[in-house]
C-alpha cells in the first residue's frame, strides 16, 4: 500500500475502532518520547479529529530525549486543535519507587518499572478523560523480537502501527512531515541512565532484524532467533493452569 494510504488507513481504522465500543472513548491518551513512533502514532491519532492527549513523562531523562518530546508535542498543539500536551514529571515517584525497593535494586528491573510508572500515568490520564490509551510499538518490536517495554507500552487499548515495520515507520514519519531531527535520532527506549540506543541493544539494525524475521536465510537469522526466543515470554499469551474438571 502506497505510504499516503496507509496514513489514511490507520486513521480511518483508529476512529473506527472508537466507534465501535459500545460506550465510545472521550480521548485518544498517548506517551511521546521524542522519538519516531510515538511521533508518527500521537499523529496519526490526531488526525482522527478525536481529543488527543500528548504526554511527556521524563524519569532521569537525557536532555535530547526530553527536548524532542517537547518539541513534538509544541509540533502536534500547532497543527491540530483536538490536541492537549501535557509534562508530567516523574523523578520524584521513580526516586521513592527506588529507594523504597533499595533491598531489591537492579538495573534492568528499574527500567523496566520506569515504563511501568510511564503506563500507570497514562492510564490515569485516560481514566480521568474517558479515553484510551493509544501504544507505539511496531511489528519488528511487538512480534519480531519482544523489545517493546517502551515509553508506557507496557499496556495499551489499541496499537496502530503494530502492522508497520520500524522502515515503514520512518517513512509514515516522512509523509506526516514528522520533524526531521525526530526521524533521524537514532531510537532509543529511553530507560537508562546511559541513554544506550535500541539497536545498540539490540546488537542488529532494524533493516537487519526485519530482513532477518523475514529471511530464513539470512546472516543475521541466527542471532535474530536468539533475540527473539529470550523474549518470547513477552509475546504467548499468560501461562494459566488449567485444573481438570
Known amino acids: 500500500m502506497e505510504v499516503n494510504k496507509k496514513v489514511l488507513f490507520i486513521k480511518d481504522w483508529i476512529l ?9 472513548a472521550k480521548s485518544l491518551v498517548i506517551g511521546i518520547s521524542g522519538g519516531i513512533d510515538s511521533s508518527v502514532s500521537s499523529t496519526l491519532s490526531a488526525m482522527t479529529g478525536l481529543k488527543t492527549i500528548a504526554i511527556s513523562m521524563p524519569i532521569k531523562q537525557k536532555s535530547i530525549q526530553h527536548d524532542l518530546s517537547l518539541k513534538h508535542q509544541e509540533w502536534l498543539k500547532k497543527n491540530f486543535k483536538n490536541v492537549s500536551g501535557f509534562t508530567i514529571e516523574l523523578d520524584d515517584l521513580f526516586n521513592t519507587f527506588e529507594k523504597t525497593l533499595s533491598n531489591f535494586n537492579n538495573e534492568h528491573g528499574m527500567a523496566n518499572s520506569r515504563a511501568r510508572l510511564r503506563m500507570s500515568t497514562l492510564y490515569q ?16 518490536e511487538d512480534f519480531g523480537v519482544g523489545f517493546y517495554t517502551k515509553y508506557g507500552d507496557g499496556g495499551v487499548d489499541i496499537s496502530p502501527i503494530a502492522d508497520c515495520n520500524k522502515t515503514e515507520v520512518w517513512e509514515l514519519g516522512n509523509e506526516l512531515n514528522i520533524l526531521k531531527e525526530i526521524v533521524e535520532a537514532p531510537p532509543t527506549d529511553g530507560l537508562w541512565d546511559d541513554g544506550r540506543t535500541d539497536e545498540g541493544q539490540l546488537g542488529l539494525s532494524y533493516k537487519e532484524l526485519e530482513e532477518a524475521m523475514n529471511n530464513e536465510n539470512s546472516i543475521n537469522r541466527d542471532k535474530y532467533i536468539k533475540i527473539r526466543n529470550a ?15
Open 231 to 245: 523474549n518470547l515470554h513477552k509475546m504467548d499469551p499468560i501461562p494459566v493452569c488449567k485444573i481438570p474438571k
Open 125 to 140: 490520564v485516560a481514566s480521568a478523560n474517558n479515553g484510551i490509551v493509544v501504544g507505539t510499538g511496531n511489528k519488528v
Open 16 to 24: 473506527n475502532y472508537v466507534n465501535s465500543m459500545p460506550t465510545k
